[in-house]
């Protein structure tokens, strides 16, 4: 059987993450990297670097092209570019622009025949999948979800757009007396700001307006705005010792009730602790590529999200191998 050839589009962290992921399976190749730097400059570990330019001259020669690009800036416009010649899969994750991303992929996934799974990762993503399945058991109580302590990748990113920004790492922080209050059955009613506190570190050019940068990221919609948010300036070595590496994690809860009077109460609780955000991440578009194969295979095309997708359609096995082993 001959495997599934995956394109890489981009080359940082996640880029990165993508192509080791697919080393560590049974039914995948990586086919290429597709980068907008020159080629030669980027160092993989194996993978063949095209020009991002060259890439229609590769239609028809891999299954899936995997993007690896930023949600501020890459993704909305990429995902919907590529999804007209390619099934694609993608990451993005500013949950309030969801409807409409997923829109945009969908009429440009039809228009070439083509699947793409868009918001895939583990929030949204995993965690998106258990805040369905808890509230479809337990419809009467309350879901939360609490993430980090850990580097938002997409926070990270979108503070490293702002002018005057050389780097940052962005922590994610949960409020433990409210992480508390939800484990104790107290069904608590939690603001955003009352979830979670947003902790950056960042390196600024030499010269760089600190207040105006530091602005920008408070005021900053969807990321930062709605949140309590303390801005560090610290200098590259610093970052780079102290902040180098990438952790993340974080719990989806459902507190419900059951019985006659809802005298009967439950907890659900799903939780991930990761040493590596972007691997992670990573290993879950490698999973849900292998789900848009298998989709447009099946004749299937347009913008899917991961409640459209049976779980069968990203394991490498059969479906009587999982009914054998796993149900």
Known sequence: MSKI?????????????????????????????????????????????YSIDEILNFKGKFDVLVLCG????????????FAKNFCVVDS????????????NVDKAAKSGGNVGIIAIGWD???????????????????????WGKGVSQGHSDAIRRIKGVVDARQ?????????????????PNLSTREKHLRECFVVAEDGADKAKIENEIKTMPNYFADYDTTVHFIDLETLKREHGGIPHGGFVLRSGSTGE????????????????????????LVAYARAAHRLHKDGKSGAF??????????SPKTPSELRKEIL
């Not at 800036?73 to 919907?80: G, K, N, V």
């Not at 922590?171 to 069904?187: D, F, K, M, W």
């Not at 999200?305 to 990203?314: E, G, K, V």
Request: glycine residues 10%; negative net charge.
């Open 261 to 284: 009077n809802g005298e009967t109460k439950h907890l659900i609780e799903f939780s991930l602790k990761l040493d590596s955000n972007p691997e992670f991440t990573a290993s879950v």
């Open 305 to 314: 999200s991961i409640f459209d997708i049976a779980p069968a359609l990203i």
């Open 124 to 146: 949204p993503g995993l965690f998106s999948l258990n805040r369905l399945v808890g509230e479809s058991v337990l419809e009467s109580g309350e879901s939360y979800t609490f």
């Open 5 to 49: 050839k995956i394109g890489i589009l981009g080359y940082g962290n996640l880029g990165r993450g993508v192509e080791l992921a697919v080393r560590n399976t049974s039914d995948m190749e990586v086919f290429g990297v597709f980068s907008r730097r020159e080629p030669a400059s980027v160092k993989t570990c194996g993978a063949s670097v």
């Open 171 to 187: 922590y994610t922080v949960p409020i433990e007396s409210a992480l508390a209050s939800v484990r104790a059955g107290e069904n």
């Open 92 to 103: 993005f994750d500013t949950h309030a622009k969801i409807p409409e991303h997923f829109a």
């Open 70 to 81: 930023g949600s501020a800036t890459d993704l909305p416009t990429q995902t919907p570019e």
